[in-house]
């Protein structure tokens, strides 16, 4: 596990080992705020962030802690790092923590977060925990704004509606209209929705893969690259 | 384990928990002022919007008094009501109010009573209901809360205040109605309340420490809220 380079971690979090595609962790905000491009955004973002603040943190304090405290030690570390996030949103970006509610202090239940802090930041150096809690959050919030794609399209008929709640009032001209005069298709807004729509990028995820293990020469960067878009 | 291990690991832990709390309340101390102004901000434009700033020449989010009643303004906290003066006549006002039964807790209200009675308009001020679901109430999500406004206790009749499926005038949501239906009902008690104490509550001296309004007899008809099945 040590020896991996910057390159494989990057390739770890955004694509072979994605916390929602693979790892199938912190599915409750995943599945409860994907709603909508804008809110899948908002708290991937959110989620990011804390990813990164807390890899970072708990690598550099891995030597100081000693092993029968750190869950405890981890924990505090990341419901401060939330709440600060927190506060921070509801000062800035105040309408858009509004809509996000209860999703944002609940980052700190996000299993992703004291799974890499417990599995990869207290075991490596601040450098390539850095780099994992960014290329984790990046593929989680990546899974989000893709699965509230797909929910906003079928299900409002729009992609980026209300995303002058982030980008202020120029954003505003942001939002397409997919498909206009649509009436809506609840089901995928509902929960179920959110089930369906993870089932089948994971299912799409699978094929890519099983494509790639047939093809020749897949390069790990490629795949990086590809799970970012 | 040595007794000294463990005062290191105690001693480590509250350190920790020290510097995580630290981090808060810096955090903390630096948006609260941001936080504060957000929130005046949102409540001066909602009520601009509901009561337009050229009918009233006062500052009505200063003219504010506290009321209290539990019954028909769905809280035991008191509630804030910002009355607007042209010349000192009295020309609307807006008061909080909680419709306590929504689909996941209180739903917080501003509801704008013009003097005659009839509504200038409801906004929903914070919500915990369903993204994509029971949100539709914000005017930001739909035109369903706008169309409160012009109707009175005379328009519907007070037995016509319900959504549709329970035999009232107003829409409910596909999929969500327990949210809607404790939005109207929330806005008839308001309504009510506003015609029990219509004087009193352009009356009272701005700021006066809460002047408790005596609680009126719940009315007949209509379901009684109960404190009890506001957390569902």
Same mark, same amino acid.
């Given at each position: 596990?040590?020896d991996?380079?910057?390159?494989?971690?990057?390739?770890?979090?955004?694509?072979?080992?994605?916390?929602?595609?693979?790892?199938?962790?912190?599915?409750?905000?995943?599945?409860?705020?994907?709603?909508?491009?804008?809110?899948?955004?908002?708290?991937?973002?959110a989620?990011?962030?804390?990813?990164?603040?807390?890899?970072?943190?708990?690598?550099?304090?891995?030597?100081?802690?000693?092993?029968?405290?750190?869950?405890?030690?981890?924990?505090?570390?990341?419901?401060?790092?939330?709440?600060?996030?927190?506060?921070?949103?509801?000062?800035?970006?105040?309408?858009?923590?509004t809509?996000?509610?209860?999703?944002?202090?609940?980052?700190?239940?996000?299993?992703?977060i004291?799974?890499?802090?417990?599995?990869?930041?207290?075991?490596?150096?601040?450098?390539?925990?850095?780099?994992?809690?960014?290329?984790?959050?990046?593929?989680?919030?990546?899974?989000?704004?893709?699965?509230?794609?797909?929910?906003?399209?079928?299900?409002?008929?729009?992609l980026?509606?209300?995303s002058?709640?982030?980008?202020?009032?120029?954003?505003?001209?942001?939002?397409?209209?997919?498909?206009?005069?649509?009436?809506?298709?609840?089901?995928?807004?509902?929960?179920?929705?959110?089930?369906?729509?993870?089932?089948?990028?994971?299912a799409?995820?699978?094929?890519?893969?099983?494509?790639?293990?047939?093809?020749p020469?897949?390069?790990?960067?490629?795949?990086?690259?590809?799970?970012?878009? | 384990?040595?007794?000294?291990?463990?005062?290191?690991?105690?001693?480590?832990l509250?350190?920790?928990?020290?510097?995580?709390?630290?981090?808060?309340?810096?955090?903390?101390?630096n948006?609260?002022?941001?936080?504060?102004?957000?929130?005046?901000?949102?409540?001066?434009?909602?009520?601009?919007?509901?009561?337009p700033?050229?009918?009233h020449?006062?500052?009505?989010?200063?003219?504010r008094?506290?009321?209290?009643?539990?019954?028909?303004?769905?809280?035991?906290?008191?509630?804030? #009501?910002?009355? %607007?003066?042209?010349?000192?006549?009295?020309?609307?006002?807006? /008061?909080?109010?909680? !419709? =306590? &039964?929504?689909?996941?807790?209180?739903i917080?209200?501003?509801?704008?009573?013009?003097?005659?009675?009839t509504?200038?308009?409801?906004?929903?001020?914070?919500?915990?209901?369903?993204?994509?679901?029971?949100?539709?109430?914000?005017?930001a999500?739909?035109?369903?809360?706008?169309?409160?406004?012009?109707?009175?206790?005379?328009?519907?009749?007070?037995?016509k205040?319900?959504?549709?499926?329970?035999?009232?005038?107003f829409?409910?949501?596909?999929?969500?109605?327990?949210?809607?239906?404790?939005?109207?009902?929330? #806005?008839?008690? %308001?309504?009510?309340?506003?015609?029990?104490?219509?004087?009193? /509550?352009?009356?009272? !001296? =701005? &700021?006066?420490?809460?002047?408790?309004?005596?609680?009126?007899?719940?009315?007949?008809?209509?379901?009684?809220?109960?404190?009890?099945?506001?957390?569902?």
């Open positions: 596990m040590a991996k380079t910057l390159g494989q971690i990057a390739g770890d979090g955004l694509w072979s080992n994605n916390v929602a595609f693979v790892q199938i962790l912190g599915l409750c905000p995943l599945l409860a705020v994907t709603s909508s491009v804008v809110n899948g955004l908002g708290l991937g973002l989620t990011l962030l804390t990813l990164v603040l807390s890899n970072v943190t708990v690598s550099a304090i891995r030597n100081i802690i000693r092993p029968d405290i750190r869950i405890p030690v981890f924990v505090l570390l990341i419901a401060a790092i939330v709440t600060a996030i927190e506060l921070a949103m509801n000062a800035w970006f105040h309408e858009l923590h809509i996000l509610g209860i999703f944002i202090p609940l980052i700190v239940t996000n299993c992703s004291l799974g890499r802090a417990e599995a990869f930041a207290s075991k490596n150096n601040i450098g390539r925990s850095f780099v994992d809690g960014l290329t984790m959050g990046l593929g989680f919030a990546a899974a989000l704004v893709l699965l509230g794609a797909m929910r906003e399209v079928l299900g409002s008929g729009t980026f509606a209300q002058h709640l982030m980008f202020g009032e120029a954003a505003r001209a942001l939002t397409v209209t997919v498909f206009a005069d649509y009436k809506g298709f609840l089901l995928a807004i509902l929960p179920p929705g959110a089930f369906i729509g993870l089932g089948l990028l994971i799409l995820k699978n094929v890519i893969d099983q494509r790639r293990a047939r093809a020469q897949p390069a790990p960067a490629a795949a990086g690259e590809l799970a970012a878009e | 384990m040595p007794l000294k291990k463990m005062l290191l690991s105690a001693a480590l509250g350190l920790f928990a020290v510097l995580g709390t630290a981090l808060v309340a810096f955090t903390y101390e948006t609260r002022e941001r936080i504060a102004q957000n929130e005046r901000d949102n409540l001066l434009q909602s009520l601009h919007a509901l009561i700033p050229e009918l020449d006062n500052d009505p989010v200063a003219d008094i506290e009321v209290s009643d539990s019954a028909l303004l769905g809280s035991r906290m008191p509630q804030q #009501v910002y009355r %607007a003066r042209k010349d000192g006549t009295p020309v609307a006002l807006a /008061l909080t109010a909680v !419709a =306590p &039964d929504g689909y996941s807790g209180d917080n209200l501003l509801i704008a009573i013009n003097h005659d009675g509504l200038a308009g409801v906004r929903v001020t914070g919500h915990h209901e369903t993204p994509g679901l029971g949100d539709r109430i914000e005017v999500r739909t035109d369903w809360v706008l169309g409160f406004s012009g109707r009175s206790l005379a328009n519907p009749a007070p037995e205040w319900k959504v549709k499926k329970d035999g009232g005038v829409d409910q949501f596909t999929g969500a109605t327990v949210t809607p239906r404790a939005v109207v009902g929330a #806005v008839r008690n %308001a309504l009510l309340y506003y015609q029990e104490h219509q004087e009193q /509550l352009f009356g009272y !001296a =701005p &700021d006066a420490a809460a002047p408790a309004v005596p609680a009126p007899e719940q009315p007949g008809e209509g379901k009684p809220m109960t404190p009890e099945n506001t957390h569902g």
